[in-house]
């Protein structure tokens, strides 16, 4: 009799767990889509890819780097988008949508446009042909608000950000066109810069459509902020989404561990949820077995719903609970 009924329970906890898809439930709050990031060497993995293209739970892929500058043009004016187009060609085989990420970035840049000793006009041009659509800008802010000194920025001042909007604009009048950055998860002095640069950009008719909100979370530690923060630039006019949503741990992954990452990916979802601006939410990668944290943050990881052998974890729930919310 105990038996059966533990049983029972664990048949009916199974069933439930299974019947849950992300995308089905976002789209079920309202939102255009729940997606994850993927990378051209994971697409070898049959497994992997069966359930990347699971429309169930993944409405929307993201280039992790194949879309990047050092991808796409390593040299000037040469451009490559083999690998990109692999990845969008995988989520058109499935109806997903793509975000292009990114155009300007300070980060995987090519040294010709690092050290090419370019002037203002010239790399303005170089930023306009480059820039087709897109999370166009992708960090361009210091942790205190001030702009970063990339070289975009100690060339050009605030020049670049116009130039490229106009510029994806012109090339994808139906891109949604982002500005994307971490640490602007809560309220502080980066979410503020980033709402008046937003408010600066729109009152000169510059094309803005939304903000990214990275969202590389540490276990524990999402700010009490959050859903008031992507409110606030929702109030802007423009639409937010959470482009790169993970929460990563000191290893070993413990149970109290998983459970506290379980409610942070839960009150991630929830703030979404009730954020009608909020349009949806990518993860930076479904599966800690393709996870960058390992390899950039040492002794941390497993920051994924699904960890290595694509089992889902506690955290998958938390996501499904945050939709139900
Ligand atoms: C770069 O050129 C643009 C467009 O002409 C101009 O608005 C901007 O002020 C210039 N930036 C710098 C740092 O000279
Ligand atoms: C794909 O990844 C899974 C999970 O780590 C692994 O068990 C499997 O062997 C991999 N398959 C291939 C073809 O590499």
Redesign the pocket.
């Given at each position: 009799m105990l038996k059966t009924a533990a049983l029972l329970s664990i048949l009916c906890a199974s069933f439930e767990f299974s019947a849950a898809q992300l995308n089905t439930l976002a789209q079920a709050a309202g939102k255009k889509y729940f997606g994850t990031a993927t990378d051209n060497p994971e697409l070898s993995n049959s497994s992997y890819v069966a359930q990347l293209s699971n429309t169930a739970d993944f409405h929307q892929l993201t280039a992790a780097n194949s879309m990047k500058w050092d991808a796409t043009e390593p040299n000037r004016g040469q451009f490559t988008f083999s690998a990109g187009d692999a990845i969008v060609a995988q989520a058109q085989a499935h109806g997903q949508l793509i975000r292009g990420h990114n155009c300007v970035w300070h980060n995987q840049l090519p040294s010709w446009v690092t050290a090419g000793n370019f002037n203002?006009?010239t790399l303005?041009s170089i930023v306009q042909t480059h820039c087709m659509s897109w999370d166009v800008i992708n960090e361009p802010f210091n942790d205190d608000g001030t702009f970063r000194q990339s070289v975009f920025f100690?060339?050009?001042?605030?020049?670049y950000i116009a130039?490229a909007l106009r510029a994806a604009r012109a090339a994808d009048p139906n891109a949604k066109l982002y500005i994307n950055d971490f640490n602007i998860e809560g309220t502080g002095a980066k979410s503020t810069a980033m709402a008046n640069l937003v408010k600066s950009l729109k009152a000169q008719g510059v094309p803005i459509d939304g903000i990214g909100i990275q969202a590389h979370m540490i276990v524990g530690e999402v700010p009490s902020t959050f859903q008031q923060n992507l409110q606030n630039f929702a109030n802007l006019g423009v639409e937010v989404a959470i482009t790169e949503l993970d929460v990563r741990m000191t290893l070993p992954a413990t149970p109290a561990l998983l459970a506290q990452q379980s409610k942070d990916y839960q009150t991630i979802i929830t703030a979404c949820k009730r954020v009608s601006a909020c349009v949806g939410v990518t993860l930076w990668d479904w599966t800690d077995k393709f996870s960058w944290v390992p390899g950039t943050f040492a002794g941390q990881g497993a920051a994924c719903p699904w960890d290595e052998n694509f089992v889902k974890k506690p955290a998958f729930q938390g996501i499904v609970n945050g939709w139900n919310a």
């Open positions: 203002n006009a303005l100690t060339t050009t001042g605030t020049s130039t």
